[in-house]
């Protein structure tokens, strides 16, 4: 009751102090009134009516406060609805060659984001927007925009399986993508995901989310983009990017979106399964990895295809998960820059992990990337192949944790000077 108490104190001040004319004017009259306001019973609310009718008025048009997974301001008739969230993850990271020396201590807040949900007129008009404000999130793009704002996207939701947005967003890819970076077992996304994954993009999206009970579902996703990634801006080359994704859920929807948590955090009683595969054609693309990348030489352009599929299962605490996917573009080098390229080629994840009841989870990942002979010598490697371990303490599920990882590296036909080892500890906290 106290917090409570001090959350609706520190809601009332701005609403206090934007009529002046109706607060008490010394500062023991106020504080008496906001501890009346805060912390007395109804029956002293009514007493004071008498006195102060103008601050019960505001008191009833004041947002509800709902405390729990954020903080939601919704006006007592409903017309909007705001729900505040904040996350950050605090990363230790060491690096070392072959020998085990250390080569390298990265030390940082990796991520720290604000985000807004809601809706707006009404529940069917939903929105979304999320900043970064650490240099992981915020870099500068190659045409000197810059990435504050990851997600701004409106929604039309007409029923429960349809939805239609137009703004900024995820690309619905790879599922690795798809979930987000707070709700992952290992301290980052796999090596493959940070090659071959889309992003965002500006545009169109679509959604169609059937419930069929616990039978066989399906969902299918599709967008039309700029294919130029977030915040790019415009684009003169008049090409666009295509993407489509089905999932298909064989036994029945995951319980509490599992689908979209890595780990088995509703310890299915059921076998649960996802199989899903998505494409995407990005037309006269300007970047070397179509959504993401340096601009190509010389103002040129190509077009980018990008494959995907995924695979997960998930019961009684086991979970697995495996994704394939890959890029082709039919001519990935440029005469004029020959430290220029696309990573024509494919990569294979798969990960595993047991998750206890007194909620530690351990996991284990094992990446590979293969890139194209066009691009072998360029890429500097054959094969790329990383095997990861980590531990996770789930505190408040996947909003509270603390996180370690181990990794190997092995690059086969690659000179022997890069990271063989990677150690890694991460706090999650977010609201």
């Known amino acids: 009751m106290k917090r409570l108490a001090t959350l609706l104190l520190l809601a009332a001040s701005p609403f206090a102090a934007a009529q002046e004319n109706t607060l008490p004017k010394s500062p023991a009259q106020e504080a008496s009134l906001l501890r009346r306001t805060a912390f007395g019973t109804a029956d002293s609310l009514r007493t004071d009516a008498a006195t102060d009718a103008g601050l019960l008025e505001r008191l009833r048009n004041m947002p509800n ?38 080569t390298k201590t ?57 939805n239609i947005g137009f703004g900024q967003t995820k690309i619905k890819a790879n599922r690795a993508r798809i979930n987000s970076s707070s709700a992952l077992q290992f301290v980052d996304r796999s090596i493959v995901n940070s090659e071959f994954n889309l992003d965002r993009d500006f545009g169109l999206f679509g959604e169609y989310n059937p419930l069929r009970g616990e039978g066989f579902n399906l969902s299918a996703k599709a967008s039309v983009t700029l294919g130029e990634g977030r915040n790019w801006g415009s684009s003169s080359g008049g090409g666009l990017a ?40 990005n037309h006269k693309a300007a970047r070397l990895s179509g ?66 009841g007194s909620k530690w989870e351990v996991a284990l990942r094992n990446s590979t990337l293969f890139p194209d002979a066009e691009v072998r010598p360029y890429a500097g490697y054959e094969r790329w192949n990383q095997t990861s371990v980590a531990v996770t303490r789930y505190i408040i599920g996947h909003s509270l944790k603390v ?22 500890f991460q706090l999650e906290l977010g609201l």
């Open 242 to 281: 295509y993407t489509g994704r089905v999932e298909l859920y064989p036994l029945g929807r995951f319980g509490a979106k599992g689908d979209l948590l890595e780990g088995d955090f509703d310890h299915e009683e059921r076998v649960r399964i996802l199989l899903a595969g998505a494409y995407s054609y």
């Open 65 to 102: 406060l709902e405390v729990g997974r954020g903080i939601t301001f919704r006006p007592k008739n409903d017309w909007f609805e705001l729900t505040m969230r904040f996350r950050m993850q605090n990363l230790l990271a060491l690096s070392f060659d072959e020998d085990f020396t250390l």
């Open 106 to 162: 990265d030390a940082r807040v990796k991520r720290l984001r604000l985000r807004f949900d809601g809706y707006i007129y009404s529940p069917k008009l939903v929105y979304s927007v999320q900043l970064g404000f650490t240099g992981y999130d915020a870099e500068t793009l190659p045409n000197g925009s810059t990435n504050i704002v990851r997600d701004a996207i409106v929604y039309y939701v007409p029923n429960a399986a349809w």
């Open 291 to 356: 959504q993401r990348g340096a601009l190509m030489p010389d103002g040129a352009t190509r077009n980018i295809g990008s494959y995907f599929v995924d695979f997960i299962l998930k019961y009684r605490g086991f979970a697995f998960y495996t994704d394939f996917m890959g890029r082709t573009s039919g001519d990935p080098l440029f005469d004029t820059d020959r430290n220029a390229f696309i990573y024509d080629g494919c990569g294979l994840n798969v990960q595993t992990s047991y998750l206890f």
């Open 403 to 424: 996180q370690a990882d181990a990794s190997y590296n092995h690059r086969s036909r690659s000179a022997a000077d890069y990271n063989r080892w990677e150690i890694r």
